[in-house]
């Protein structure tokens, strides 16, 4: 670990200590040394297959000490090897990932899912398969590609065998949040809160369980606590999800304002900041601005104290659309009758 310590030197997160690193560097030049002579003993009394493992183990090591770039080199020179096999490669291009992943290198991420996929798609096994959704689902969410990351999570979710990615409670926490935020009240009801993965594991993570089950009950009070919990607990300190977490808390306190509103045709304002556990003035000024960005479908009777909700006709805008669509269409038909006669 002597380059990973130097840079957590350099970067002022731990303190100099000559003598600490004196004894990294001793040990990993050791560890290097032996995994160099199996590599040329390898090369001596061993096939090509040994050969490649012999060399993605050395490249394995250097990942694991610090050495981001060597690293780099050493996969890709296996990966460019004729003798290398599919699989092989795969293996190679998922360690690349992780390295890539754990530096945060979005153009390496992007370009080494893009070469995965190429590979599995030349006959890859099921596992290899299940562990690019895996990794996928996660580079998703830290992009805020809820929807891509939802699907994949179902997917791979009953499947997942990734632990070098991260722990199953963590890659359920991740993907239960991604499905909040986009899936139907009833998906979500089906197939992540009552799933049976999810279920196996929700004591590591009670607060996730809590908002969503809470939300769905209908239980705005403790949805409302429970988001604060994730958010503190979870969403701030995931590296991938903490540059969402203002999006996430907005999206998810806009979905529990609108269930509530679906079920009436007005209410007070008292009574849907007793509902949340807030007070009249949060509530209103919440509601004012998701109304003013159209998130919304309600006015404010300030004077009255009332939210009457006003949900879009889509009947009605269906059929306008219809009408204007048939307007162009003869509109056209007109104009090629004129040119067929001409």
Not at 176 to 183: I, K, Q, T
Request: glycine letters at 4%; one cysteine or more.
């Amino acid at each position: 670990m002597s380059a990973f310590y130097t840079q957590l030197v350099a970067e002022g997160i731990l303190q100099q200590d000559s003598a600490l690193l004196k004894e990294l560097e001793k040990a990993s030049a050791e560890e290097l040394a032996e995994l160099d002579k199996k590599v040329e003993e390898a090369k001596e009394e061993q096939g090509d297959l040994e050969q490649n493992e012999s060399s993605i183990h050395r490249a394995v090591f250097l990942a694991q000490i610090g050495e981001d770039e060597k690293a780099h080199a050493a996969y890709e020179e296996v990966l460019q090897r004729p003798t290398t096999t599919l699989n092989q490669k795969l293996d190679i291009v998922f360690g690349k990932l992780r390295l890539a992943l754990f530096y945060y290198n979005p153009q390496t991420i992007q370009k080494e899912i893009e070469r995965a996929h190429e590979l599995v798609n030349k006959g890859g096994d099921w596992d290899r398969r299940n562990r690019l959704k895996a990794v996928e689902c996660i580079w998703h969410c830290s992009q805020r590609q809820f929807k891509e990351a939802s699907a994949l999570f179902i997917e791979c979710l009953s499947t997942y065998s990734s632990p070098e990615l991260m722990p199953m409670s963590e890659f359920v926490c991740h993907g239960a949040l991604a499905c909040a935020v986009v899936m139907s009240r009833a998906d979500i009801k089906k197939k992540v809160i009552d799933a049976p993965e999810v279920v196996e594991v929700v004591g590591s993570i009670p607060n996730v369980d809590k908002m969503m089950r809470s939300l769905h009950d209908c239980h705005y009070a403790d949805f409302f606590v429970a988001l604060a919990e994730v958010e503190t607990e979870h969403l701030k300190v995931s590296r991938y999800l903490n540059k969402h977490y203002h999006y996430f808390t907005r999206e998810m306190r806009i979905r529990g304002y609108a269930q509530l509103l679906e079920s009436y045709l007005s209410l007070t304002l008292k009574s849907m900041a007793d509902s949340f556990g807030v007070t009249t003035e949060f509530i209103d000024k919440e509601l004012s601005r998701f109304i003013a960005a159209g998130r919304l479908h309600c006015v404010i009777d300030k004077v009255g104290g009332i939210v009457v909700t006003n949900r879009p006709d889509t009947k009605n805008a269906q059929y306008q659309n219809t009408i204007k669509q048939g307007d162009l269409l003869l509109n056209r038909v007109q104009k090629l009758s004129g040119i067929v006669s001409m």
